[in-house]
């Protein structure tokens, strides 16, 4: 399907979904490159970064919408989406928590990747027949060391889980 992008083997634009259950986040190795990813995939052209998360988490993952709360990571846009509500023909799009840029693959192939965190009240993860059946919930302690995805993968994973642990906190 097409999908968001820049010119050819330039920058398609993605969504990646940092989902954290119990202290812990989900990661899926990856069907093509030799690292493990949250779940995440590539923006189609009627779709917005929350519409391509929420679709790419049900493929990859099993994880309906209805398990998952996305986490709104900024306090002026809570406030703003808050004091908005009412306005039901509104196509505000939740700011993600990071933007990210990386090359995909050993291709002359980029990704401008919106990351978004949000919490699950399942950890049954179901992935469709597709997509890769090897996934696992991490804790912050067994992602340090953890050499099977990249540097930047580690730290928003680490850090969905330090800001939901705070939040939590907050909470009480």
Not at 57 to 74: M, N, Q, V
Not at 92 to 108: C, E, M, N, T
Not at 128 to 136: I, L, N, P, T, W
Request: one cysteine or more; aromatic letters at 10%; a negative charge.
């Amino acid at each position: 399907m097409p999908h968001i992008h820049t010119e050819d083997n330039q920058y398609d634009y993605t969504a990646s979904g940092h989902i954290v259950n119990q202290g812990r986040v989900l990661l899926i190795r990856h069907k093509k490159l030799p690292i493990w990813t949250p779940p995440s995939g590539h923006i189609e052209l009627h779709q917005t970064p929350t519409d391509a998360l929420f679709m790419e988490i049900e493929e990859e993952a099993g994880i309906s919408s209805d398990s998952l709360t996305l986490i709104e990571t900024h306090a002026e846009s809570k406030e703003f989406r808050r004091k908005t509500s009412a306005d039901k023909e509104s196509h505000r799009v939740a700011i993600p928590f990071d933007i990210d840029s990386h090359q995909y693959g050993d291709l002359p192939h980029y990704h401008i990747d919106f990351g978004y965190i949000l919490t699950s009240t399942t950890d049954r993860v179901n992935p469709g027949k597709d997509e890769s059946q090897e996934y696992k919930w991490f804790t912050a302690e067994e992602l340090d060391g953890f050499t099977e995805t990249t540097p930047i993968i580690l730290d928003r994973c680490k850090y969905a889980i330090s800001y939901v642990s705070s939040e939590n906190k907050a909470a009480l």
